[in-house]
């Protein structure tokens, strides 16, 4: 059914992209159609006047915490690594944007200034004044902190009014609904719960960091085209944590 809702209940939002989301159906890297698919969905809610940017993860090209086990690196290597593989995720994410006329810039927390600038928040506020999307990648340039956590402090830095995360799944269950038919949806959630509950949807420090800026969350089925889009506009998917 079609939404009679036209008008966006947020000004300004953070979209959550893990590495995974643009697998497609591959087993590895990046998916083109994916990215455009993303890139589209975007567009679809920058059109309506909201500010949009994003944070994505590295998990298909890299996984920090997982390769330094079975590499035998270094955690802090691994981790760096990791957010490197974000840079190559944020550059694929920009180019799908741009070749549907969206302007969009990437702003890196480690320095490399041949291919993104410097992430500077003063400039990343004007970036979103100007109407462009903004794509922050190498997590929060420090080892030991997941993307998600960026996404949280990223989300604070430039005002955004809600995160939206992204996943495989069409919100928070009580157990994991792949693997277990009988898991239930969770459809609104208060962060001490998600502590108390050590319900793993995100990291603990991003959620304490949220609970403690008042920043609410909505995790929500990216499969689903036109999802992002209805979050915007206040439809009652996925599950709401705040």
Do not use: W
């Not at 800026?213 to 999802?227: R, S, T, Y």
């Amino acid at each position: 059914m079609t939404s009679s809702k036209t008008k966006p209940v947020y000004k300004r939002i953070l979209l959550k992209l893990s590495g995974e989301a643009l697998l497609g159906n591959q087993e590895h890297g990046i998916d083109a159609e994916t990215c455009a698919s993303f890139a589209e969905q975007i567009k679809e809610v920058h059109s309506l006047g909201v500010d949009v940017a994003l944070v994505v993860g590295g998990g298909n090209i890299f996984r920090g915490q997982v390769e330094s086990k079975r590499f035998g690196l270094d955690r802090s290597v691994a981790d760096y690594m990791g957010m490197l593989a974000t840079v190559l995720n944020g550059l694929a994410l920009q180019n799908a944007l741009e070749q549907i006329g969206l302007p969009t810039r990437v702003m890196t927390a480690i320095s490399m200034s041949a291919i993104a600038e410097p992430y500077i928040r003063r400039r990343a506020l004007r970036h979103l004044e100007k109407r462009r999307v903004v794509i922050f990648v190498a997590g929060t340039g420090n080892p030991y902190f997941t993307t998600d956590t960026a996404a949280a402090l990223r989300a604070k830095e430039i005002n955004a009014d809600i995160i939206l995360k992204a996943t495989k799944v069409d919100g928070v269950y009580t157990d994991d609904p792949l693997r277990n038919s009988s898991a239930k949806k969770f459809k609104n959630l208060k962060f001490i719960d998600v502590l108390k509950k050590n319900l793993r949807f995100m990291d603990s420090t991003a959620i304490s960091l949220c609970m403690e800026n008042d920043l609410p969350i909505v995790i929500f089925n990216l499969a689903q085209k036109g999802n992002i889009k209805k979050v915007v506009l206040g439809e009652k998917i996925g599950t709401v944590i705040q």
